[in-house]
Structure formats: C-alpha cells, structure tokens
C-alpha cells in the first residue's frame, strides 16, 4: 500500500531522530530473506536494543541527511534494511553478523562509524568492539594491575622472612 506525504515524513522523521543518536549504523540487502527470517532478525536486534527498519532508499537519503551516517547516502541501492546502534557501536554487527552466519541471504553492503563509511568486511572488526561494560572491565584491570603489583612488591620480603622462619623452626623440630 502507498505511503501518503505525511506517513513518509512521519518515517522520516521517526529514523532521522533514531540515526541522530546511534553510533553505527549497518545496511544490509535482505533480498531472498523470508518472513520467518526477517522476524527472527528483529528479534535478535530488540534484545541487543538494535532499530532495525525497512525503508525506501529515497526516504533514507533525507533520514540520514545531516547526521553522521550522511557517507551511507550515495550506496543506497536496492532492497536494504538499516540498522542502528542505540547504546553500543558494535551491537548492530553483532546482530547482523551473526545472523548472516545462518542466513547467507543477508548481505551486508555498507557499515559506518563514527561518520566514516567503512567496507562490508570491517563488520568483523565492528562484532568484536567490546561492549561498554566489557571495556569498563578492561579498564579497570588494567588501572587495578600496577597498584596490586607494588602491594605484592611491598608483602614480599616481609612474607619471605615468615617462610624462613618457619623454615628454621621446622627444622629445629624435625631434629
């Protein structure tokens, strides 16, 4: 069914408020993707918190428009489905990614980040972006390392004199 002018723009303005706010954004050609299949890649994306939209590759090009995914406009071309990234960069090639593993009917043409356009095969890399919590982890094992090193720095001799003492003692013990 047609779209009349206002539904293309409520659309338009729907995807261009969520694109404003993502971090990365992933367009993939789904021809040859069945109901089922499509269905269970939104359901992937709703739990990764990933906006997952079929849209008409015009009303794309005026969505992203202004926003950091502006270098995607020039490869929309045939039936695309966009995804963006609310919370995590790396969520929506997660989804895509591992959904493409199963469907070989997926196939990703262009990935952005940060305003770059990158090639379909940087989704890889994206995928493996740690998550925020996982790159707090990191970060906090890597600024917790030093400081537990000088501790064990300073227990050591102090530890060592115990052990030999006790060393001493079960000596006298044993004779």
Do not use: W
């Amino acid at each position: 069914m047609a779209m009349n002018l206002d539904g293309k723009k409520a659309v338009v303005a729907e995807v261009a408020e969520i694109a404003s706010s993502a971090y990365s954004a992933v367009a993939a050609e789904y021809h040859g993707l069945s109901v089922s299949d499509m269905t269970e890649l939104r359901i992937a994306a709703r739990k990764e918190n990933v906006y997952l939209r079929v849209i008409r590759n015009t009303l794309a090009k005026r969505a992203v428009e202004g926003t950091d995914f502006a270098c995607m406009q020039d490869g929309m071309t045939g039936p695309l489905v966009f995804g963006f990234s609310q919370e995590d960069p790396g969520a929506v090639a997660r989804v895509m990614s591992d959904f493409a593993k199963d469907n070989n009917k997926l196939d990703v043409k262009m990935v952005s980040l940060g305003g770059k356009l990158l090639p379909a095969s940087e989704l890889g890399k994206l995928a493996k972006m740690p998550t925020k919590d996982q790159a707090i982890g990191i970060l906090m094992g890597t600024m917790k390392a030093p400081i537990e090193k000088f501790v064990r720095t300073l227990v050591a001799p102090t530890s060592k004199m115990v052990r030999t003492l006790a060393a001493v003692r079960d000596a006298k013990e044993a004779v």
